[in-house]
C-alpha cells in the first residue's frame, strides 16, 4: 500500500509546494505519494509562486505544474501524515479534525530536525533570499522524512 504525504502552508504557493516537490525528489514514486495543500482557498488552481519556482529550479527541481489547491476535512482520510509549515496551519489544520486519530497524523515539518526553530517562515513578503533559506529547511527535514519512508 502506498503511503500519502501532505504538505501544508497558507496559501499553497511558497512552502508547500516546495516541501511536495522536494520530498517527491526523495523518494520512490511507486512507494510514496506526496502532494500539498493550503489552509486558506486564496490561491487555488494557480502555480506556486514563481520565487518557489525560480529556487526549486535553482537545486533541480520543477514545481511548475503544481496547482494550488485548498486543504479539506477528506485529506485526513486520504494521507498517512500531514506536515505544517507553522503553528498557525498546524493550529487550522488540526481544528478540522474528527477524532484523535485524524489528529495525530498533524506535524510540523520541522519536527523531523534540529534546525533550533520549529516553524517554516512565510517567505511571501520577503526577497529571494528568504525563498533559498526556506527552500534548506525544508530539504533538510524531507531528507529525514525519506529516511523514514524509504
Same mark, same amino acid.
Given at each position: 500500500?502506498?503511503?500519502?504525504?501532505?504538505?501544508? %502552508? =497558507?496559501?499553497?504557493? %511558497? $512552502?508547500?509546494? =516546495? &516541501?511536495?516537490?522536494?520530498?517527491? !525528489?526523495? +523518494?520512490?514514486?511507486?512507494?510514496?505519494?506526496?502532494? !500539498?495543500?493550503?489552509?486558506? &482557498?486564496?490561491?487555488?488552481?494557480?502555480?506556486?509562486?514563481? $520565487?518557489?519556482?525560480?529556487?526549486?529550479?535553482?537545486?533541480?527541481?520543477?514545481?511548475?505544474?503544481?496547482?494550488? $489547491?485548498?486543504?479539506?476535512?477528506?485529506?485526513?482520510?486520504?494521507? *498517512?501524515?500531514?506536515? +505544517?509549515? *507553522? $503553528? /498557525?496551519?498546524? /493550529? *487550522?489544520?488540526?481544528?478540522?479534525?474528527?477524532?484523535?486519530?485524524?489528529?495525530?497524523? #498533524?506535524?510540523?515539518?520541522?519536527?523531523? +530536525?534540529?534546525?533550533?526553530?520549529?516553524?517554516?517562515?512565510?517567505?511571501?513578503?520577503? &526577497?529571494? *533570499?528568504?525563498?533559498?533559506? #526556506?527552500?534548506?529547511?525544508?530539504?533538510?527535514? %524531507?531528507?529525514?522524512?525519506?529516511?523514514?519512508?524509504?
Amino acid at each position: 500500500m502506498k503511503t500519502k504525504v501532505l504538505m501544508v %502552508c =497558507l496559501g499553497n504557493i %511558497c $512552502r508547500s509546494p =516546495l &516541501g511536495e516537490g522536494i520530498l517527491k !525528489s526523495k +523518494v520512490d514514486s511507486e512507494d510514496v505519494f506526496v502532494d !500539498s495543500a493550503g489552509t486558506a &482557498g486564496y490561491h487555488v488552481g494557480n502555480p506556486p509562486d514563481k $520565487r518557489s519556482i525560480a529556487v526549486a529550479h535553482k537545486h533541480g527541481l520543477d514545481i511548475s505544474t503544481q496547482k494550488c $489547491r485548498k486543504f479539506s476535512k477528506q485529506d485526513f482520510s486520504e494521507f *498517512d501524515y500531514i506536515y +505544517v509549515m *507553522d $503553528r /498557525s496551519n498546524f /493550529s *487550522d489544520v488540526a481544528a478540522l479534525a474528527s477524532n484523535q486519530e485524524e489528529a495525530n497524523k #498533524v506535524k510540523l515539518l520541522l519536527s523531523e +530536525v534540529e534546525l533550533g526553530i520549529k516553524e517554516v517562515p512565510d517567505p511571501y513578503y520577503g &526577497g529571494e *533570499d528568504g525563498f533559498e533559506n #526556506v527552500y534548506q529547511m525544508i530539504d533538510r527535514a %524531507c531528507e529525514e522524512i525519506a529516511k523514514k519512508l524509504n
